[in-house]
């Protein structure tokens, strides 16, 4: 079993930014993909961002160039930098990781492991 905690989210306003952090339990060079989706009040979960464990990222059409995934191999830790935010980017943010590497990308929900979330509201 492997335990996910996220942190960072908060309140900003719009055009703002915000790093969200994602702490694992194990190595997380022994996760082959990881990543972070999102759900709205009233709206299904999406993805945002995937990360495999050779670095090659997969994004949502909707935060390209907006959104950066990366993970600090030292800290254990995956990290979500959101620049330029907007309204819509309000939501519970989900960091959620599978030990295979395929599939990985945001469309694939179905890992394993998920954290409980933390909540980004972006104000206009």
């Known amino acids: 079993q492997v335990q996910l905690v996220e942190s960072g989210g908060g309140s900003v306003q719009a055009g703002g930014s915000l790093r969200l952090s994602c702490g694992t339990s194990?190595?997380?060079?022994?996760?082959?993909?990881m990543g972070w989706f999102r759900q709205a009040p009233g709206k299904e979960r999406e993805g945002v961002a995937t990360?495999?464990?050779?670095?090659?990222?997969s994004y949502a059409d909707s935060v390209k160039g907006r959104f950066t995934i990366s993970k600090g191999q030292a800290a254990n830790t995956l990290y979500l930098e959101m620049k330029d935010l907007d309204p819509e980017d309000s939501a519970m943010y989900f960091c959620?990781?599978?030990?295979?590497?395929?599939?990985?990308?945001?469309?694939?929900?179905?890992?394993?492991?998920w954290g409980k979330g933390t909540l980004v509201t972006i104000s206009s």
């Open positions: 959620a990781a599978a030990f295979t590497d395929r599939p990985c990308d945001p469309n694939y929900q179905r890992m394993p492991f």
């Open positions: 194990i190595g997380i060079s022994a996760l082959g993909c």
């Open positions: 990360i495999r464990s050779d670095r090659s990222t």
